[in-house]
């Protein structure tokens, strides 16, 4: 049905001579889904920074606030798959418009709890509305993104994780310092449902259904997609598609560090380095201005090698560069002499980490477009396990051995695991659908 209405508004508007420049209308739709990552990685980002001020507030010790930092990736892994799948089938505007607002209400809830077990279950439930965000932001890109600009879209998307946590540790930490930790949380509920009123009235699944998109524009999104007709949805297909596993796979070795910077930075700032909770939130927003400046430059740069080495080497080459600047640069963090100089090396590390993103989340739509949501939720399940691991493992190896070296070093190891995966089994060739 939505094929046909494609065409239909492309033949109407055809009748006459077409002299009209392709509308913007898919930019608009990209901006406000980056918009809702942002407001996401605000409201997880928050409670690492109040994190050492609710554990003195609680007497809580590093292991007690690892398993803390871990529940939200438990309620997140609940609901990955589910979600993509539901975003390719009905449409990804009401999954991501009912997933802002479940989390946000509970994002609102957080410091009316007082205690450890409170404070899981909230975190817990604020996860089960964040995992529907990526699934479904993919589902509507795969249906409003042409191929050539597929890398660029996601890795702006995907900046916004960088870009909020640049952001709002500054912010957060002042507002913490100023009027107390729960406000922060008040705030950035109000943002959140804010955004769901304004999505609701000017999202659509496709492009088709938008008034403001013009012919020319719906054929330049069509461009370059397969012409086969097989069925939305398809996980038995999915499952059977090795390269995708290879992708979930992979997504694990990548999200450890990544989740071990969002959970445990502004604490390792503050014990390891001895900062104060303002000099934390200025230094603390640093290595995420690099990663956003990083992902775009990345997506641009895979989806201009395209022509010249293909898809997959395209997307290879961004992420043997990831890996292997992340894992060199945290190293160098771990062991550094002094805190200026950690949170240089970090800055790099967090930096070159986030180039991957725009492979990673343009690969699913590679893979298989007519599955993207699916797919990516499958990547992301992998990559949420590595959210409930790292927090807690982190905190247990500093808590066991005193040694914040330990702890980040694993993350390197497991940085240098995800080139030799990538080298051997990831693909950026059509596999489903």
């Given amino acids: 049905m939505n094929s046909q209405d494609t065409e239909q508004k492309i033949s ?22 980056f918009l809702s990552i942002v407001i996401a990685y605000l409201d997880r980002g928050n409670l690492s920074v109040a994190s ?61 709890v007082g205690s450890l077990s409170g404070l899981w279950f909230v975190r ?9 965000t ?34 709002s540790v500054p912010i957060s930490a002042w507002i913490i310092s100023k009027f107390g930790w729960p ?21 659509k699944d496709y492009p088709s259904q938008h008034k403001w998109v013009n012919a020319e524009e719906l054929a330049l999104i069509e461009q370059g997609r397969s012409e086969k007709k097989s069925s939305q949805a398809d996980w038995r297909a999915v499952a ?42 200025i230094y603390g927003m640093l290595p995420y201005l690099g990663g956003f400046v990083a992902a775009n430059l990345a997506g641009n740069i895979s989806d201009k090698l395209i022509p010249r080495v293909g898809v997959t080497k395209a997307r290879k080459y961004i992420m043997y560069a990831a890996f292997g600047g992340s894992a060199i640069f945290l190293y160098l963090g771990a062991i550094a002499g ?49 959210g409930i691991i790292a927090p807690i493992l982190t905190g247990f190896i500093v808590t066991t051995t005193g040694s914040w070296v ?5 993350a390197v190891g497991l940085s240098v695991v995800g080139i030799i995966v990538c080298a051997l089994f990831v693909t950026g060739e059509q596999v489903v659908d």
Avoid: C
């Fill in 52 to 112: 050492t001020t609710i554990m003195k507030e609680h007497g809580w010790n590093a292991e007690q606030w690892g398993s803390i930092l871990s529940a939200f990736f438990v309620g997140y892994l609940i609901l990955q798959i589910p979600a993509g799948w539901l975003a390719d089938k009905i449409g990804g505007k009401r999954v991501l418009a009912a997933g802002v607002g479940w989390w946000s209400i509970f994002t609102g809830l957080t410091p009316v």
């Fill in 134 to 167: 990526f699934p479904a932001e993919t589902a509507i890109a795969s249906r409003w993104v042409p191929l050539k600009e597929r890398a660029r879209s996601q890795a702006w998307n995907l900046s916004g994780m960088a870009l909020s946590l640049a952001v």
């Fill in 338 to 386: 002094s805190g200026g100089m950690a949170v240089l090396w970090i800055s790099l590390a967090v930096s070159f980490l986030t180039m991957n993103f725009s492979s990673f989340w343009a690969l699913p739509i590679d893979l298989g477009p007519k599955n993207a949501g699916l797919i990516s939720g499958l990547m992301n399940t992998f990559g949420t396990i590595a």
């Fill in 183 to 203: 406000s922060v949380f008040y705030i950035s509920a109000v943002i959140g449902l804010l955004w769901v009123i304004f999505w609701l009235v000017f999202g």
């Fill in 12 to 33: 109407h508007q055809s009748l006459g001579v077409q002299t009209a420049k392709p509308t913007r209308v898919r930019t608009a739709i990209t901006v406000v889904t």
């Fill in 124 to 132: 817990a439930l604020m996860g089960v509305g964040e995992a529907v």
């Fill in 240 to 281: 059977k598609a090795g390269p995708v596993w290879a992708l979930a796979i992979n997504y694990f070795f990548q999200n450890y560090s990544w989740y071990l910077y969002l959970t445990w930075l502004p604490g390792y700032l503050v014990m390891a380095r001895h900062f104060s909770i303002l000099k934390m939130g």
């Fill in 406 to 410: 330990y702890a980040l070093s694993v």
